[in-house]
């Protein structure tokens, strides 16, 4: 099962990517049409508009999955196992609700997407903003396992705090111990 997970996520970079160089190739064609041959891809624009609303919502769950998300973690940090474990609990319950709230208004909204069509391309909008049925359900997913996870015990204290350290952080880390070693190499 974890497989097809790893494998389910891997699709979804493979699509950011995707979504990322066709929008890049898309506008950039678009300007040197305009700008040098006084002319341009229609599409182009539309497209590019498209692609980086997928590429959000994509990006969105890549992001829950590896605790990309921003959050402030000074006071959960200090609190004891008990508070941490309500803090998170109230965290994801008002994220599975927030899930909830957007799977629904896409499905509020879907009749009214189906018979809208794109100006340019000429799609049903349904195919740009249906990907909120896949991002709602598999944060909802993500959720649901965190709270499970949560209530059988199977959480570290660590997992408790959502909040991973910066890169920056995490690279002078690596760097003191070894600036250290260095300094009494020297000495």
Known sequence: MQRTIDTFFKLLEFLVVACLVAMVIMVFG???LRYGFNSGISISDE???????????????VAMRERGHLGV?????????GGKRLCFFLSEVLMLGCNVLFFWGTW??????????SVVVGISM?????????TAAVMGVMNLHKLVLLFTG??????????VESEDQVV????????????RGRA
């Open 126 to 134: 349904i195919w740009i903003y249906g990907i909120g049925y896949v």
């Open 73 to 81: 973690d000074t006071l959960v940090r200090r609190l004891s196992l």
């Open 47 to 61: 497209m590019s508009r498209y692609c980086f609303i997928w590429l959000t919502y994509i990006g969105a769950m």
């Open 108 to 117: 509020k909204m879907h009749d009214l997407q189906v018979t809208n069509v």
């Open 30 to 32: 678009n300007v040197v």
């Open 172 to 183: 002078l880390a690596e760097m003191a111990p070894q600036t250290a070693s260095d300094v």
């Open 154 to 163: 199977r959480l570290a204290e660590s997992d408790l705090v959502m909040v």
